[in-house]
């Protein structure tokens, strides 16, 4: 099962798109990341046709996937920025995202970030408590500016997701609820730099039915309706990201059902409908590429020992999420094993797949671990000294290096005894 289209086998060899996964790793070597093109074109423009008919902004997410390329792979098509963080503020900007396609989210935004969003002038600051707020309308009165925010609600509703990735409930961190929410629009005017343009939400990710959206954008039009009796202007309904998709058996709504169920919700609200998308349109791009190091087998299990690690791909660690495993090389005399797939670092936690059947697995064999291309190398880490691991773009029938694998001089650059 290759849940990507642009992950292929030709005469038994995984390709991406045109390109065979052989020939790129003779030049980076493994553990590396791999992302096609194609699919982040296709995916976009399958989420962007089918809100066609309502006025709406695609903002990528790019806490999926922070790398410069896959964000301007974007920009090029038309998205806009959803940026949580002043590192992810100077990448969009350094992709060449014009400001007023970035918006600035954050539960815990420092006065720098705010500082920082403002002088660029960003489309958008999502404030999450009434603190925030004051913060962003004392900054803005220092720097002479108008600061255009919106606030996320938490519309206290269950995503059915990982507990870890569930944002929209009360007890979550995230946003004010509606009755908070709605006492601090009532306070616009007191706000002497602040405007309100906007109304947010975005209750968890990885979501596969689209019942959760449906009753949170209820609750949001009830505050946006409230919120225009106070003569306050809410020009961005926003609802967010969280579009679950298929790593293994889950059946994601489409993009074409989640349209025609919520558009006839959206379409009165005289608002732009923005859309902050991150796995939706990045997950399935991708692939990490390991190789494997050692196989054995203890009393209980087999093991492979592979290069890629949790400080690769951290999902199977910290969710127990599930990626599919294939080998790069189908030997179809081989046997169907079931293995452990795990790496060097020094934690039994560090694996990338548990009891798995896969064809059976030898010494410098390599295998790719799919739908890699969304929080996967965004959440990669140098634990054990490991360098991070390089990234490929593939387009077509050509490649390009988008970040090469670090080294042992980057990582200790900055220390000194
Ligand atoms: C505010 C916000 N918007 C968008 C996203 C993107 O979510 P997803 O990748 O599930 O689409 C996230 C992810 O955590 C988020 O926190």
Redo the contacts with the bound molecule.
């Keep these: 099962m290759l849940e990507s289209t642009n992950f292929t086998y030709r005469n038994d060899r995984l390709y991406c798109e045109d390109v065979p996964v052989h020939e790129i790793i003779r030049e980076v070597g493994t553990p590396a990341y791999i992302y096609s093109k194609r699919y982040f074109t296709e995916r976009y423009t399958e989420f962007t046709q089918a809100f066609n008919s309502i006025n709406h902004t695609i903002f990528y ?1 790019a ?2 996937n922070f790398n410069l390329n896959v964000i301007k792979t974007f920009l090029d098509l038309g998205s806009g920025v ?1 940026v ?1 963080s002043e590192g992810e503020l100077i990448r969009a900007l350094k992709a060449g995202a014009s400001p007023d396609k970035i918006i600035l ?1 954050g539960v815990g935004k420092t006065p720098r970030e705010i500082k920082l969003g403002l002088e660029h002038d960003v489309l958008m600051i999502k404030a999450e408590s009434e603190e925030e707020v004051y913060l962003i309308n004392d900054i803005a009165r220092q720097n002479h500016k108008i600061a255009r925010v919106a606030l996320r609600v938490n519309p206290d509703v269950d995503a059915q997701t990982h507990p870890y ?1 569930s ?1 929209g409930l009360a007890e979550n961190k995230f946003g004010k609820s509606v009755d908070d929410a709605l006492s601090v629009y009532a306070r616009e005017k007191e706000l002497s730099n602040v405007k309100f343009t906007g109304i947010d939400m ?1 209750i968890g ?2 979501i596969v039915t689209i019942d959760p959206f449906i009753e949170a954008i209820e609750r949001l039009k009830e505050v946006h309706r409230i919120v225009s009796s106070f003569d306050v202007h809410i020009e961005h309904f926003d609802i ?4 679950g998709v298929k790593y293994k058996d889950e059946s994601p709504f489409t993009i074409k059902d989640f349209a025609d169920a919520i558009i006839p919700r959206l379409s009165t609200c005289g608002c732009d409908i923005l859309f ?5 349109l990045t997950a399935n791009a991708g692939a990490l590429i390991v190789q494997v190091l050692y196989t054995k087998r203890n009393s209980y299990k087999n093991f492979l020992v592979v290069d890629g690690a949790m400080t690769d791909l951290l999902r199977p660690s910290i969710y127990g999420s599930y990626h599919h495993i294939v080998p790069v090389d189908i030997y179809p005399k081989r046997e169907i094993k079931s293995y452990d797939v795990v790496g060097p670092v020094c934690e039994s936690g560090d694996f990338l797949a548990k009891n798995r059947e896969l064809q059976e697995g030898k010494q410098n064999d390599y295998y790719a671990v799919m739908s890699a291309g ?1 929080y996967g190398m965004v959440m990669a880490s140098n634990y054990n000294a490991r360098r991070r691991s390089p990234e490929v773009l593939v387009d077509g029938s050509s490649y390009k290096v988008i970040r090469s694998r670090e080294t042992f001089e980057y990582l200790l650059y900055d220390e000194s005894i």
Excluded: M, V
């Design positions: 997410a806490k999926s959803d949580n989210t990735i944002t975005h990710s990885q967010g990201g969280g579009i902050e998308p991150g796995r939706f969304a």
